[in-house]
């Protein structure tokens, strides 16, 4: 019996995956938990894997294509079945979001339900007047009466977020197709947040909300996406769809510059010492690295190397446990002091970034957590990591200074309290014992949500990890 | 040059004026001549043209609309007069299957050329059986043509059109409506079949209505702009056919549509108004399309019970702020 394979929800906050590549053909025979294809969700590439057994009679989405969560993609059965009839029923318009119960309610990501900016309407001239039920009404009239008692319902659902319908006449729609003003995610003036003429100037000059982008994006997949008008005279842009990961991107720390209340406190740190322990112990690494190398194989055979990062992973770790609030985040009623130092770290990759976590990093050696840096960080560019190797940090790094950043202010990555921006090993005069003499400093900005981390509290922590620094040994003995 | 004159002097004078001016057209019904009208709108008629053109018949009209049906398949111009639209159900069959149907039967040999007329809908506690709109049973039928003029000019202008006209017209008239005043011009004017008229121009809101309607309509406007909500009313004056452009333009304008009319909700003019404006000014929607109409049930007798069930200004008022409210800013508590 043939049956249709729809995208399954290989992330928790996935609602739609860009299909890499097939690992099977048409025709091809198909074992329980096989590897059937690659998919890159917002946040990884993931395995999508057969959960039956039997030929893979047709694809259905071809390599490259954006998918919507449950769409179908292949159709899976006996060899030589038709399913010709099962594929034309699985491509058949999709229950309207509202009405499926089986699909999954996407559970809102933090901030991903950004609020439109509140528009300030002029006092109303007409007062809202709902109809009491009973009254003698003549069929017509009392329908309708009972039809916006269905949108108070729709409407409150619409206030949680997860209809995620725009309540907006024929009429508002139309004027904003025609001035190119995207209605997703907005919210109007209406009763309900209906969307009313009148708001279509204040949403013509919105940013595009998390969801629109996300919407706008899947245009652009299509190719049905026209850019942002731009003058005749000028040349137009060249337009770049969205990954999944960029999306992703834009809207968390759209979120976080928007709703997390950023301060910085920069210091610049004597690295002096840390670049010779570095040395040392990269030194040390090689030459044991020499000898139990000898025989494996030459790929294999690179000796392990501790990076400034990896010590300073090491080192913010250990401040975090000596200042503690530092190492928490907000809660909407209370401040969640972390008892786990897990570090995100950011890790560039050609198409964005993302922020694998090194848990207890505080319990864990420098080597051990350089080993684990580059693993993560090597499959962060084959976009290998699941989602949870990439969430639940409680603080985050950023280096720029391997691409050689002086110094910078980073986004908090929510929900953490605090990020650390750290910059390049600058080679210039420090003034030691009164003299001038050759020397390196490290500029590095904290910043931290201020609902969460007060300035004295940075201070402390960011004075914890100068002491640590500039006395190296100590980021070691923990 | 006009002057003001009541609905049914207005009528009169056109049925006079085409009397003089083509001997085919004769006027036929119960009461019309010795008694001068039910309603006195046949008043002197007989004194003026004699009893060969203004006929007295008795009680039966399925006997003389099919004689009318007759003479005009025959090539006479005939005005059957109902007491009122209710008594046309005894003559509906001759209505249905003969004056909507002669013309496509005989391969289009013989025209129909009349017109049946007669108050319609509510009055004044005439109860369940003489109060009913029977445009919408009619407006219905291919073959016919319906009109309802709210205003004496109208009234004039449409009866001139409808006696013209070649194919059965069913004029629409109404027990209230027959002392009202108006300009009214003299001589010769016309009012096209098939031509809905703006009668008050407004951006907020269209009420599609007609008749009688057409007052309380406007009633209600002038409280609403009060409320600062400008209401354009378009008096539809003819029911079939019915003129979609004129509906369609003022909703495109307005964004928003109430149909008021009397007659049950259920189906009806109103039904078909709301169809048009949906179907070819969805995109210009605002708000749902909402009908004020007579309640689901057969008319009271009881005075206040009535005045209840047709439809008020008070009931277009709440209509139309319905529609509007959708369209504006939440209240602020």
Known sequence: MAKILNMPKLSPTMEEGVLVAWHKNEGDSVDIDDLLAEVETDKATMEFRSFDKGTLLKILVQAGESVKLGQAVAALGNAGENVTELIAQAAAPAPARTTSPTLPVPSPAPGAAAPAPVVVAPPPQVPFQPVSRGSLLTRTEREAADAESADTEAGAADATGATGQVLASPYVRKVARERGIDLTGAHGTGVHGRIVPADLDSLATRPPSSDSAGHAGAAVAQGAHAPAPTPASLAAPEVRPLSPMRKTIARRLANSKASVPHFYLTIDVDAEALVALRELINGQLAEVGKNTNQKKASDEAKPLKVSLNDLLVKAVAAALVRVPECNAQFDDNAILVHRRVDISVAVAIPDGLVTPVVRNADQKSVVAIASEIRDLASRARAKKLSPKEMSDGTFSISNLGMFGIDEFSAVINPPEGGILAVGRVRHEPVVKDSAVVPGKKIAMTLSCDHRVIDGAAGAAFLAELRSLIEHPMRILTG | ?333
Not at chain 2, 30 to 56: C, H, N, S, W
Not at chain 2, 292 to 316: G, S
Request: net charge neutral.
């Open chain 2, 1 to 333: 040059m006009p002057r003001v004159i009541r609905f049914r002097e207005a009528l009169r004078e056109a049925m006079i004026e085409e009397m003089e001016r083509d001997d085919r057209v004769f006027l036929m019904g119960e009461e019309v001549g010795y008694y001068q009208g039910a309603y006195k709108v046949t008043e002197g008629m007989l004194e003026k043209f004699g009893p060969r053109r203004v006929i007295d018949t008795p009680i039966a009209e399925g006997g003389f609309a099919g004689i009318g049906i007759g003479a005009a398949m025959v090539g006479l111009r005939p005005i059957i007069e109902f007491m009122t639209w209710n008594f046309s159900a005894v003559a509906f069959d001759q209505i249905l299957n003969g004056a909507a149907k002669i013309r496509q039967i005989s391969g289009g040999q013989l025209n129909c050329p009349i017109v049946f007329r007669g108050p319609n809908a509510s009055a004044k506690q005439v109860g369940s059986q003489h109060s009913q709109a029977m445009e919408h049973f009619y407006a219905t039928v291919p073959g016919l043509k319906v009109v309802a003029p709210a205003f004496p000019a109208d009234a004039k202008g449409l009866m001139k059109s409808a006696i013209r006209d070649n194919n059965p017209v069913l004029f629409m008239e109404s027990e209230t409506l027959y002392s009202i005043k108006g300009d009214v011009p003299e001589g010769d004017i016309i009012v096209p079949l098939g031509k809905a008229q703006i009668i008050r121009p407004g951006t907020d809101c269209t009420i599609v209505t007609y008749s009688r309607m057409a007052h309380v309509a406007m009633e209600a406007a002038m409280t609403l702009e009060k409320e600062g909500i400008s209401v354009e009313i378009l008096d539809l004056r003819s029911l079939r056919p019915l003129d979609e452009d004129a509906i369609v333009q003022s909703v495109r304008k307005t964004h928003r549509c109430v149909v008021v009319h009397e007659g049950w909700p259920y189906g009806g003019v109103g039904a078909e108004v709301a169809d048009r404006a949906q179907r070819l000014a969805f995109d210009w929607l605002d708000a749902p399309i909402l009908r004020v109409t007579t309640f689901d049930v057969p008319m009271p007798y009881n005075a206040k019970l009535e005045e209840l069930c047709t439809p008020q200004p008070e009931r277009v008022i709440g209509a139309v702020r319905r529609v509007v409210s959708r369209g504006r800013a939440a209240r602020s508590t």
